[in-house]
């Protein structure tokens, strides 16, 4: 126990926290002074030497700077008790601030007065008012911890609703003025953003991203921030000469929020006591599409996403990678072809071959030299292209034209045939039924046949709702206003082969023997779609033949 008769050197602690729900007049930092101000005034020996206030932290844990501060000068000597004016003021964590109490004060002849609790370990309490104490402080955590889990439900509301709650907006945007939930493009940190997934798409890595933006004095994000006076804080100062990284350049490229999708929840706190966090599952993101405006497109934002799934190292003494790094494979045993050079007669001449054979275990070489692939790959752009454009003309065609003359006439009757089918099995099941009633066959039998026939029976209407929807499609004509299609058509003039194509437009390139080159394209299957609607027939790339 703490003697009362000697001096005490006072010290007033102070807190205010929004977080914590402390929101009503009596908990100000006004009050609180004026209040303890009126209890010293009556107090013998008693006296305030300084003050100590932590106004916007919250009361969960001790990690405070005033509190701290405080905590430093009682170590020292300066001060040997601490009045505040409840023990929520004090903190709101019912373990911690019953060591501070019970152990840490006493051990170190601090006293301690919570006014409106009428607690003080000098003695001077009433003893049923000590014994309060705990219970107190167990209802402070508890009001804290449902505090927070109200707040944590509003985040989680607001965030479902792509309202944006973070405290500073990321790289490229900035909080609106009008809505501060909602983000608006900040133009010039914008065109930065752009610059940085057009040289991703050119071929070069981040580490020369990184580098580029350096040579040019753009400033790195946080500096950026702090330089147009955003009040931006993240806890973090890199150096007197800040600089673009690879990791913020990455953080740029995979961020998807630039096409115009919020994605928020990516971290979430431990619990209401601890300021650590920890990462989410991917799955388990909050995603809402369209709720600002985009930076960059969906088709970009994809395309680089794909990128860092490959192998784009930069060869030795070049900026970016090759044109087809990452891209060609081995038609065989799927690996990564591998790029090579030699020299015969003072010419270097590039070619891809299998790694597999490469490294010796197995497989063959699958030799082709990079001119005969540019070649072989720009031809079939160009033929593909020219099918799109010619596919998309023979559609306006169609829509000039009567239902019956069209491709619409063939699914209707695929979906008739279908319609036939799924009555004969139902027509089939009765019967087996009326076979088992006149005892024709046994349940067994029965049962047997009728589990045969409602299977082949789900099988037709399942072939007849992919058949209906392929039909509300193309009468929507939705197939050739596909924003892809524009994408391809822009090179319709193309003359020579460039990174930056190669990645927008193909999925893969496979080589295999003889010279065998097979190109995957993007949206394949949809492609594939159009042409068989519009009369373009044939088997493999480069093989077929246009009925249009």
Not at 153 to 160: I, N, P, T
Not at 190 to 209: D, H
Not at 304 to 316: C, E, N, W
Request: overall charge positive.
């Amino acid at each position: 126990m703490i003697l009362s008769g000697k001096k005490f050197a006072g010290a007033a602690y102070l807190r205010l926290s929004r977080e914590d729900g402390d929101k009503s007049e009596s908990d100000s930092i006004g009050n609180q002074r004026e209040l303890i101000a009126d209890y010293v005034s009556h107090q013998q020996g008693l006296t305030i030497v300084s003050e100590y206030v932590d106004d916007g932290h919250t009361g969960t844990n001790f990690e405070r700077p005033a509190f701290m501060r405080m905590m430093e000068d009682v170590k020292s000597g300066k001060i040997n008790c601490i009045i505040v004016k409840d023990l929520s003021r004090f903190g709101r964590n019912y373990i911690e601030t019953g060591r501070y109490l019970e152990k840490i004060f006493p051990l170190m002849g601090v006293r301690f007065v919570s006014i409106l609790d009428q607690y003080d370990n000098s003695g001077e309490g009433d003893d049923v008012q000590q014994m309060i104490v705990p219970f107190k402080n167990l209802i402070n955590d508890a009001y804290c911890r449902d505090i927070s889990a109200k707040i944590r439900s509003q985040l989680d509301v607001k965030r479902k609703n792509g309202k944006f709650i973070g405290s500073f907006a990321c790289y490229g945007y900035r909080k609106d003025p009008k809505d501060k939930n909602h983000l608006v493009i900040d133009q010039t940190a914008a065109e930065t953003v752009r610059m940085i997934f057009r040289m991703k798409l050119e071929g070069s890595n981040s580490k020369r991203i990184a580098e580029t933006l350096n040579g040019i004095g753009i400033l790195p994000p946080a500096e950026y921030k702090r330089n147009c006076q955003m009040n931006y804080d993240c806890g973090f100062r890199s150096g007197k000469n800040p600089k673009w990284e690879i990791v913020s350049v990455n953080r740029i490229l995979t961020n998807e929020i630039y096409t115009g999708t919020m994605v928020q929840g990516i971290n979430r706190k431990v619990n209401y006591r601890i300021k650590l966090s920890r990462p989410v599952p991917k799955e388990e993101w909050t995603r809402v599409e369209g709720t600002h405006e985009a930076i960059i497109e969906r088709a970009v934002f994809d395309n680089v996403q794909k990128l860092f799934g490959t192998d784009t190292r930069t060869a030795p003494g070049r900026e970016t990678v090759y044109m087809f790094s990452g891209i060609v494979v081995c038609k065989d045993c799927k690996e990564n072809m591998v790029r090579r050079t030699s020299k015969r007669a003072g010419k270097v001449y590039g070619y891809y071959h299998c790694s597999t054979y490469k490294s010796g275990k197995g497989c063959t070489s699958h030799l082709l030299s990079v001119e005969k692939l540019e070649n072989i790959v720009l031809k079939s752009v160009r033929t593909r292209i020219g099918w799109l454009v010619r596919a998309e003309e023979a559609l306006k065609r169609m829509d000039c034209t009567n239902e019956e003359q069209t491709g619409i006439k063939l699914l209707n009757s695929y979906i008739e045939a279908e319609d036939n089918e799924i009555e004969r099995y139902n027509f089939l099941k009765t019967k087996v039924y009326t076979d088992m009633l006149d005892e024709l066959i046994t349940r067994e039998e029965y049962e047997v046949y009728s589990k045969r026939f409602s299977e082949k029976q789900d099988a037709a209407k399942v072939r007849k709702t992919v058949l209906l929807d392929k039909k509300c499609r193309l009468l929507a004509n939705k197939i050739h206003l596909k924003p892809w299609i524009e994408e391809f058509k822009q090179y319709k003039d193309i003359e020579k082969l460039e990174r930056q194509v190669v990645v927008k437009l193909i999925e893969c390139i496979e080589i295999g023997s003889k010279d065998e080159v097979t190109v995957h394209y993007r949206h394949e299957d949809e492609m594939k779609e159009l042409f068989e609607f519009v009369g373009i027939f044939g088997g493999d790339d480069g093989e077929m033949e246009a009925e249009l």
